[in-house]
């Protein structure tokens, strides 16, 4: 995998993600810290250069003279290892955001520790903050041992060790230093807003970067997957994490914003905000996996989300639950140029009718596993069925967030799973049975209106909207759903129409027709063309296309939100939840599937499907 710059700008698949659940860093093969919002991963950044080498700032590290490298992360963790051998000899760099295990502290702690392996490097490192978006630019002062920068109530502080004598100029500071096999270095840049801010000591950072190793290895451990892409699985999930604030739940769609869909394209967006679609994804698959603990604060913080908007479920909600209507450019070239770059989203201002059906199945997914909805949250429910009631016939911008109003398939599909949820959760005395012939009535009307305007007999296929022949991925769902029969011949037409059509090349898929020529392959698609093929008996042809999947993510196991046809190019924020949640989803379903084939019995419908 190549790791060159071209034009400042590493390729997208380069970087290691690094984080504690509170913040998160984008490492380059290069060594270089290209992205880091502090104190929270929502928060403007003090290091961009991901989309403006000359402005955004960094915090690099790495040999003076030519080097290979091969990285990975240590087992079971988001800590990333890096060894750089020169002509001189070898060295590993460990890079982490170190974890309060309390969840409470009001900083992030970024270490950097250089340890030699053999020979003597030579290395050199230079932390370049840029603060709010890259519009301001300070000189640090020196303050309880260590080079502090300021601005407003953001303090960074910086301390090192072995690492050479710090020289300041210009907003940054350098260092070079020398590592001879068994020495180590150290360098730790300490973030945050509140009044106070530590300035730690070496054996402080070292003990606590111990204690990160073990609070992954121990998180992780307690996953509930042993098939064949187990790897791949424990690294989605551990992409998660890094991705879900341990405090309340709230699960960021990705850890950037404005990495663009397309080069030279218009399609830039802030991921860093909680998708009402992504969280019935994420409970699925935290509560197979056995991370019932993050299940159950990731559907509070849901639940506490949509009070905000109550009864209307929007898309997309800020981390602290606030309600989010608007965007605004930023001062940032962008990604090889491709601007504009945005801080907020305007999905939040659109009628999505596939919000009330993801909230539904996400409440329902927590109720089938055994856990109780409080009262005032089963009325809230029946209030969003009300409303749905009266919505669910007025066109919106769909799952994919358009600006083109219509009568769109995935919302229908959505709008129909969210009656027949809250229909079967009054069965289970979750919900009051307040307006219960009505939900039933709306939904059998929803069910006619697909069936009939939603259908093409011409193509023998569900299409993405009325008098329309333009197919779509996400009406797959409708399997998982339980929508459909996935083994009846409406499902199948459907599978294999979008096989013909929406097809790129291998396993990548375009998200829906007629865009063939303006985007590139949206990766969830592929993993949703899985689980359609292995709930509909097509087993070896799902496996396939699981196998070239796990084979297309970056060497560290991360993917994006979309990939290049041919090239392989990772496009789109990252790392990106929605992918890695259909690849553990997709895995999960494929070995329930396969261990009921081994047993020779037709496996129960899970709460998935």
Partial sequence: MEHERVGGHLPIESYGAIGDGRSLALVGADGSIDWMCVPELDSPSVFAALLDPADGGSFALAPTCAYALTRSY????????????????????????????????PWRELVRQVEGVDGTVELEWRVRPRFDYGRHSHDPVAVAGALVWRHGGLQLGLKSWCAGEPQVRDG???????????????????????????????????????????????????????????????????????????????IAAAGTTSLPEVIGGQRNYDYRFGWTRDLSFTVDALLRMGMRELAHTSVTWLLQAVAGTHPRVDPVYGLTGRVIRSQHELPLAGYRRTGPVHVGNQAGSQLQLGGFGDLLETVWLYAEAGHVLSPRAGERIADCADLLCALWLTEDAGMWELDDPA?????????????????????????????????????????????????????????????????????????????????????????????????????????????QEDENAFLACSFWMVEALALSGRREEAVEIMDQMASLASDLGLYSEEMEPGTHAMRGNFPQALTHLALINAAALLEARGRASDRGTAPQMQATT
């Fill in 407 to 515: 009568h769109y398939a995935t919302s229908k599909i959505s709008a129909w799973v969210a009656l027949e949820r809250v229909l079967e959760l009054v069965g289970r005395g979750q919900v009051p049975a307040r307006h219960l012939a009505r939900w039933r009535s709306e939904r059998d009307r929803i069910r006619d209106f697909i069936e009939h305007r939603l259908w093409s007999e011409h193509l023998g296929s569900y299409v993405m909207k009325p008098d329309s022949e333009q197919l779509d991925c996400g009406v797959l769902l409708a399997a998982r759903r339980g929508y459909v029969d996935p083994c009846g011949a409406r499902m199948q037409g459907t599978i294999e129409a979008i096989l013909g059509e929406l097809h790129a090349e291998g396993p990548l898929f375009y998200r829906y027709g007629g865009m």
């Fill in 172 to 250: 940054s500071v350098t260092g070079r230093f020398r590592v001879g096999a068994g020495e180590r270095a150290l360098l730790v840049l300490v973030g945050g807003d509140a009044l106070a801010l530590p300035s730690p000591e070496r054996e402080e950072v070292e003990r606590r970067l111990r204690t990160t190793e073990e609070f992954w290895r121990n998180w992780v451990a307690r996953m509930a997957y042993d098939g064949p892409w187990q790897d791949a699985v424990q690294r989605s999930l551990l992409a998660i994490r890094l991705l879900a604030d341990g405090r309340t739940g709230a």
């Fill in 74 to 105: 240590l087992p079971g963790t988001n800590i990333l290892r890096s060894e750089y051998r020169t002509r001189d000899g070898a060295v590993s760099v460990i890079d982490a955001l170190t974890v309060d295990t309390s969840q409470s502290a």
